[in-house]
């Protein structure tokens, strides 16, 4: 008995030893980061971690602009070939570094030059950088990007520790040093990633957090079953069927926000010999299959009503959206109408989709949408790397797949629908449209930015190279313990103020 | 004895290289471009070039398949294209995770199988070995992965008892490895414990009827003594023969075992490699599949010696 006694005092003793807030934020992925160095790295969910781990120079906002990060002011050049920026004072990185001005010209040099970078294409507008100052650096442009800011908000602008960079090269991943809220403890692959709090964050009053845990669990309803058993404590992008019963579930609360990206179907318009059909050739064609689709059902029954229907590259809530544009309603009549003009009753269409259940799903409702107005579909799921190969190399006649989005309007529209485009699949290539994102991605007046996108946007109505359907939202399950998180567009999940009580 | 191993081992070899061979043309012959899978949506064709070439992608197959070849000799297995680690270090850190899973589902399916084996064999007809056959053919039709989800949603969500996924290294936390590990091996050892079952079951009906088990009876031998002294032994030996052959069925499980409780083993990391083309850990995993199903045969062949003397005799 008194044993018994003894231990429970001592138990007790310990209970009330251990700090109140040493609090760990277990959070589950739908999969497995990549490596850890923000010049090398790709993966979405990587990102995710990268937002409790390192820094970037400029940050996004709940409606996605540009605010100060670890650049707390800056400024175009009249010509728009100079950007220069002006550094927050006081920031450590992890391993004691100073962050400055030469800092931000060694990273930007790193994500330039080190053979493994993937953040070139990114940073290709930038002819170099130099310190103007201790807290000072300016980029020069081979030609003005309005975008760049944008791209500085992402990976491209993480800032590393030029120390541990250096001493590391291509491994640095293995053992990340950044500046943000939390520092790297370990990683084991497939299982976890573990972050602690930095206790030299410029910001720390904001965080709260003690650790962070990262589990990657691809099986959404796994992940989902985790937190309810009180696993996890946060989970991100749940199945629009789970939805339902998470909003019904006392124990859970959910946050969402419409993401940059979209959802669409590409046209084979110029990219060989699967180019040559009345899809690829004859726009009213293309016109008619779009006409054909009822956006807002296929949002109903397939994303129970949680996606965001759309016929641009940005959702309707944008402010870049073209309000002379609006979602199209569906006119059977109408896409009837657009054959018989194209001299086509009835024709033929594959469409190449990923194998996975949802788009498995939208793919059958819109093959039965589209029948009425006469295309007979062929449906071709196959896994989504060979979707990739098969859409570069010109294999298809419609591909359907999706684009996450990126902050600057250039981001969704450049590389996809310019002649020259880097992701132009399609093929598709139209002088005016070149002429008009390129000069919306040299103006840095946003008012004449918008104009320009709204014209290219008329055109690409017209041409629809690519037939957009809607927006995904990101939907977050969080347990009722985690409070001040909020959603945000681009996914990510940012640990400032997010505190958790049991 | 070492003679007979030693040449088991040498035979294995070949064995192997073909095996590494045919996986390596396999995969060439998978559509989808590893380039792609890694360039995600940075494939702007400048990217790609620059990573078909830091691989060294556009040798022909059969260079890239003997540099693959003459660094594996060399104890280099390459590195894993999507995490940059050395893919020897990724196998050495999940391949005790998947012995874990499978020792432990080896366990609750002998545990289960071999006595109901045993017990329907012994009441041929009755009541019993209706149910167990029952009982198996249901293992064996269950699939695992819905019995996985089932689990977590009864054990881990409405009882609260048991972590729904995740691993722990039984050398940090001996309890919470345990934990984990509970519902993954039961779902992997279901299906096993029905075909061990079975087996066991057909192999003592077989040995029950031989003239020498009449003859044990007759000395007046007690059940007991008769069933587990005469017989068992005797039909164990193709019992532990299936065993080694189910070591491949373990693995093949365990990767969807894996997949479903999130447990960062070899299933994981095989399923986790082809999605991404992830060629030099793909060829690394199937070749130390390989080794390990070889060894377990050479393992179980070495057993039946052991316990039958008459084989000793043939050696």
Same mark, same amino acid.
């Given at each position: 008995?008194?044993?018994?006694?003894?231990?429970?005092?001592?138990?007790?003793?310990?209970?009330?030893?251990?700090?109140?807030?040493?609090?760990?934020?277990?959070?589950?992925?739908?999969?497995?980061?990549?490596?850890?160095?923000?010049?090398?790295?790709?993966?979405?969910?990587?990102?995710?971690?990268?937002?409790?781990?390192?820094?970037?120079?400029?940050?996004?906002?709940?409606?996605?602009?540009?605010?100060?990060?670890?650049?707390?002011?800056?400024?175009?050049?009249?010509?728009?070939?100079?950007?220069?920026?002006?550094?927050?004072? /006081?920031?450590?990185?992890?391993?004691?570094?100073?962050? +400055?001005?030469?800092?931000?010209?060694?990273?930007?040099?790193?994500?330039?030059?080190?053979?493994?970078?993937?953040?070139?294409?990114?940073?290709?507008?930038?002819?170099?950088?130099?310190?103007?100052?201790?807290?000072?650096?300016?980029?020069?442009?081979?030609?003005?990007?309005?975008?760049?800011?944008?791209?500085?908000?992402?990976?491209?602008?993480?800032?590393?520790?030029?120390?541990?960079?250096?001493?590391?090269?291509?491994?640095?991943?293995?053992?990340?040093?950044?500046?943000?809220?939390?520092?790297?403890?370990?990683?084991?692959?497939?299982?976890?990633?573990?972050?602690?709090?930095?206790?030299? #964050? #410029?910001?720390?009053?904001?965080?709260?957090?003690?650790?962070?845990?990262?589990?990657?669990?691809?099986?959404?309803? $796994?992940?989902?079953?985790?937190?309810?058993?009180?696993?996890?404590?946060?989970?991100?992008?749940?199945?629009?069927?789970? $939805?339902?019963?998470?909003?019904?579930?006392?124990?859970?609360?959910?946050?969402?926000?419409?993401?940059?990206?979209?959802?669409?179907?590409?046209?084979?318009?110029?990219?060989?010999?699967?180019?040559?059909?009345?899809?690829?050739?004859?726009?009213?064609?293309?016109?008619?299959?779009?006409?054909?689709? +009822?956006?807002?059902?296929?949002?109903?029954? $397939?994303?129970? /009503?949680?996606?965001?229907?759309?016929?641009?590259?940005?959702?309707?809530? %944008?402010?870049?959206?073209?309000?002379?544009?609006?979602?199209?309603?569906?006119?059977?009549?109408?896409?009837?109408?657009?054959?018989?003009?194209?001299?086509?009753?009835?024709?033929?269409?594959?469409?190449?989709?990923?194998?996975?259940?949802?788009?498995?799903?939208?793919?059958?409702?819109?093959?039965?949408?589209?029948?009425?107005?006469?295309?007979?579909? @062929?449906?071709?799921?196959?896994?989504?790397?060979?979707?990739?190969?098969?859409?570069?190399?010109?294999?298809?006649?419609?591909?359907?797949?999706?684009?996450? /989005?990126?902050?600057?309007?250039?981001?969704?529209?450049?590389?996809?629908?310019?002649?020259?485009?880097?992701?132009?699949?399609?093929?598709?290539?139209?002088?005016?449209?070149?002429?008009?994102?390129?000069?919306?991605?040299?103006?840095?007046?946003?008012?004449?930015?918008?104009?320009? #996108?709204?014209?290219?946007?008329?055109?690409?109505?017209?041409?629809?190279?690519?037939?957009?359907?809607?927006?995904?939202?990101?939907?977050?399950?969080?347990?009722?313990?985690?409070? /001040?998180?909020?959603?945000?567009?681009?996914?990510?999940?940012?640990?400032?103020?997010? @505190?958790? %009580?049991? | 004895?070492?003679?007979?191993?030693?040449?088991?081992?040498?035979? &294995?070899?070949?064995?192997?290289?073909?095996?590494?061979?045919?996986?390596?043309? *396999?995969?060439?012959?998978?559509?989808?471009?590893?380039?792609?899978?890694?360039?995600?949506?940075?494939?702007?064709?400048?990217?790609?070039?620059?990573?078909?070439?830091?691989?060294?992608?556009?040798?022909?197959?059969?260079?890239?398949?003997?540099?693959?070849?003459?660094?594996?000799?060399?104890?280099?297995?390459?590195?894993?294209?999507?995490?940059?680690?050395?893919?020897?270090?990724?196998?050495?850190?999940?391949?005790?995770?998947?012995?874990? *899973?499978?020792?432990?589902?080896?366990?609750?399916?002998?545990?289960?199988?071999?006595?109901?084996?045993?017990? &329907?064999?012994?009441?041929?007809?009755?009541?019993?070995?209706?149910?167990?056959?029952?009982?198996?053919?249901?293992?064996?039709?269950?699939?695992?992965?819905?019995?996985?989800?089932?689990?977590?949603?009864?054990?881990?969500?409405? *009882?609260?008892?048991?972590? &729904?996924?995740?691993?722990?290294?039984?050398?940090?936390?001996?309890?919470?490895?345990?934990?984990? =590990?509970?519902?993954?091996?039961?779902?992997?050892?279901?299906?096993? &414990?029905?075909?061990?079952?079975?087996?066991?079951?057909?192999?003592?009906?077989?040995?029950?009827?031989?003239?020498?088990?009449?003859?044990?009876?007759?000395?007046?031998?007690?059940?007991?003594?008769?069933?587990?002294?005469?017989?068992?032994?005797?039909?164990?030996?193709?019992?532990?023969?299936?065993?080694?052959?189910?070591?491949?069925?373990?693995?093949?499980?365990?990767?969807?075992?894996?997949?479903?409780?999130?447990?960062?083993?070899?299933?994981?990391?095989?399923?986790?490699?082809?999605?991404?083309?992830?060629?030099? !850990?793909?060829?690394?995993?199937?070749?130390?599949?390989?080794?390990?199903?070889?060894? =377990?045969?050479?393992?179980?062949? !070495?057993?039946?010696?052991?316990?039958?003397?008459? =084989?000793?005799?043939?050696?």
């Amino acid at each position: 008995m008194t044993r018994h006694l003894l231990s429970a005092t001592a138990l007790i003793a310990l209970m009330s030893a251990l700090p109140a807030g040493a609090q760990t934020l277990r959070i589950g992925l739908s999969d497995d980061a990549d490596i850890l160095d923000p010049d090398q790295s790709r993966t979405f969910v990587g990102r995710i971690v990268y937002a409790g781990l390192c820094d970037k120079l400029v940050d996004l906002d709940a409606q996605a602009n540009i605010i100060p990060m670890l650049a707390t002011d800056w400024s175009w050049s009249d010509d728009g070939m100079a950007l220069v920026m002006d550094l927050r004072e /006081g920031v450590v990185f992890h391993d004691g570094t100073p962050f +400055d001005a030469d800092a931000v010209v060694a990273n930007i040099t790193r994500s330039m030059t080190l053979p493994e970078s993937r953040r070139k294409s990114e940073l290709s507008s930038v002819a170099g950088i130099e310190a103007t100052g201790p807290m000072q650096v300016t980029f020069t442009l081979t030609a003005p990007d309005a975008s760049l800011i944008a791209q500085l908000s992402d990976r491209a602008g993480m800032m590393v520790s030029p120390t541990a960079a250096e001493a590391a090269g291509a491994e640095f991943g293995q053992n990340p040093v950044c500046s943000g809220p939390f520092k790297f403890v370990e990683r084991i692959q497939q299982d976890r990633i573990v972050l602690e709090k930095f206790a030299d #964050y #410029y910001d720390a009053d904001r965080i709260a957090i003690e650790r962070v845990t990262y589990r990657p669990i691809p099986d959404t309803t $796994v992940r989902l079953a985790n937190l309810r058993s009180g696993e996890l404590d946060i989970v991100e992008r749940i199945a629009a069927s789970d $939805v339902g019963s998470v909003s019904q579930d006392a124990a859970l609360q959910m946050q969402e926000a419409v993401g940059l990206g979209y959802m669409a179907i590409y046209a084979n318009i110029g990219n060989g010999d699967r180019a040559l059909t009345p899809m690829g050739e004859d726009a009213r064609v293309r016109q008619a299959f779009s006409l054909a689709i +009822d956006r807002e059902a296929l949002n109903q029954v $397939v994303f129970e /009503g949680t996606a965001v229907p759309g016929n641009q590259p940005f959702p309707p809530s %944008s402010p870049w959206f073209n309000q002379d544009l609006p979602v199209p309603a569906r006119d059977v009549e109408a896409a009837r109408a657009l054959l018989a003009e194209a001299g086509i009753d009835r024709m033929p269409v594959e469409i190449q989709h990923a194998n996975n259940p949802v788009i498995t799903q939208m793919m059958q409702v819109i093959q039965a949408m589209v029948a009425e107005a006469g295309f007979d579909v @062929t449906l071709r799921a196959t896994e989504f790397a060979t979707l990739l190969s098969e859409q570069t190399a010109g294999n298809f006649q419609l591909s359907r797949s999706d684009w996450s /989005g990126r902050p600057d309007p250039d981001g969704n529209l450049h590389q996809f629908v310019t002649c020259e485009g880097g992701i132009n699949d399609p093929r598709y290539c139209n002088p005016e449209v070149d002429r008009l994102l390129n000069e919306a991605r040299a103006a840095n007046d946003r008012k004449v930015r918008k104009d320009l #996108y709204d014209q290219a946007g008329v055109i690409l109505n017209q041409d629809l190279p690519v037939i957009y359907l809607g927006h995904q939202t990101y939907i977050f399950a969080l347990d009722q313990g985690v409070q /001040g998180f909020e959603a945000f567009p681009d996914g990510m999940i940012r640990l400032q103020d997010v @505190t958790l %009580s049991q | 004895m070492l003679i007979y191993i030693a040449k088991r081992l040498l035979v &294995a070899l070949p064995t192997l290289l073909i095996v590494s061979m045919l996986v390596f043309g *396999l995969q060439m012959l998978l559509p989808g471009d590893p380039v792609l899978a890694m360039a995600g949506e940075d494939r702007d064709p400048e990217t790609l070039a620059r990573i078909r070439a830091q691989l060294n992608l556009d040798d022909p197959v059969p260079v890239q398949y003997l540099r693959w070849l003459g660094g594996v000799v060399q104890g280099d297995f390459g590195t894993s294209l999507r995490t940059g680690q050395p893919v020897s270090e990724l196998i050495l850190q999940k391949l005790p995770v998947t012995i874990q *899973l499978a020792v432990m589902a080896m366990i609750f399916a002998a545990l289960i199988g071999i006595p109901a084996g045993i017990i &329907a064999a012994v009441r041929k007809g009755g009541v019993l070995d209706w149910t167990a056959n029952i009982v198996a053919l249901s293992g064996l039709s269950i699939p695992n992965f819905w019995l996985g989800i089932m689990l977590i949603l009864l054990v881990s969500v409405n *009882l609260g008892w048991l972590p &729904a996924s995740g691993y722990e290294s039984i050398f940090v936390d001996p309890v919470r490895s345990l934990e984990t =590990m509970i519902m993954p091996a039961f779902v992997l050892g279901t299906g096993l &414990a029905a075909t061990l079952m079975r087996h066991t079951r057909s192999s003592m009906l077989g040995v029950l009827s031989a003239d020498y088990i009449r003859t044990a009876r007759a000395k007046g031998l007690t059940g007991r003594q008769v069933v587990l002294k005469h017989s068992f032994r005797n039909a164990l030996l193709p019992v532990i023969t299936l065993s080694a052959l189910l070591f491949g069925e373990l693995l093949a499980g365990a990767v969807l075992t894996e997949q479903i409780f999130t447990i960062p083993g070899f299933g994981k990391l095989i399923v986790d490699a082809v999605f991404n083309r992830d060629y030099a !850990v793909v060829q690394g995993v199937v070749l130390c599949t390989a080794v390990g199903f070889l060894l =377990m045969n050479l393992i179980a062949d !070495v057993v039946s010696v052991l316990l039958n003397p008459r =084989m000793r005799a043939a050696l």
